[in-house]
């Protein structure tokens, strides 16, 4: 069991949905990271989870329904889906060698009633810090 500090995230993580993965690992939905360079691209990464709210679940979603406001329950599916997708597709990124995800994209569609599928993609490259002290990617005195 993992510890949780008094705001209720868990010790080492930085936000209650981020996992150890993701936080060892540049991601964006951008296709560049500023202050870094693309060395390598090693291609295109794809992710998808499936997830339903059991019957209670969706009895608790329809009764929120009714009475109007935020639907917390399916939020919170919706949530973990996205965490779901998002950890495999990093764990695929990691097993090509590569340390940065980039230009991901998410997706989310109901599949059938109460069942969640959510998509991730993006392009697993290897990227490196630029140099502070010269515009060039590749500096001769840091060799990278």
């Known amino acids: 069991m993992q510890d949780k500090k008094e705001d209720g995230q868990i010790e080492g993580h930085p936000t209650p949905h981020t996992s150890a993965i993701q936080s060892q690992m540049l991601c964006t939905t951008t296709d560049v990271i500023p202050g870094f360079f693309i060395k390598e691209i090693k291609g295109l990464v794809f992710s998808q989870t499936v997830r339903s709210r059991g019957a ?31 950890d495999e597709a990093l764990k695929k990124t990691e097993a090509l060698g590569c340390n940065a995800l980039i230009g991901i994209d998410f997706d989310f569609s109901e599949v059938l009633e109460g069942y969640i599928m959510f998509s991730v993609n993006g392009t697993a490259c290897i990227v490196r810090k630029k140099c502070s002290h010269t515009p060039e990617e590749v500096c001769e005195n840091c060799k990278r």
Request: positive net charge; hydrophobic residues 40%; glycine residues 12%.
């Open 56 to 86: 209670l679940g969706r009895f608790m979603a329809t009764i929120q329904g009714i009475i109007g406001g935020k639907t917390t329950s399916y939020i919170s599916e919706l949530e973990k889906a996205k965490k779901e997708a998002l």
